[in-house]
């Protein structure tokens, strides 16, 4: 039974790790002035959204492709 579920928390957990990081990357878009180092944390969560955003997509469509099973 257990089993079943933890794809589901995976997609939960990589789309809230996604969307983070995408906020992140607005934080950092968004400062007032010239921050030292904005550009390197913009790139540094711009990766990690995107490695989420591709892992959250695998993993969804796994699930779709394994069907009920």
């Known amino acids: 039974m257990t089993d079943r579920l933890i794809p589901l928390y995976a997609i ?6 996604t969307l983070s990081q995408a906020g992140m990357v607005m934080h950092w878009k968004n400062q007032e002035g010239d921050h030292k180092g904005r550009v390197w944390h913009m790139l540094v969560n711009g990766t990690g959204a995107v490695a989420t955003g591709i892992t959250t997509i695998v993993v969804l ?9």
């Open 12 to 17: 939960g957990a990589f789309l809230a790790f």
């Open 61 to 69: 469509a796994s699930k779709f492709r394994a069907g009920r099973g």
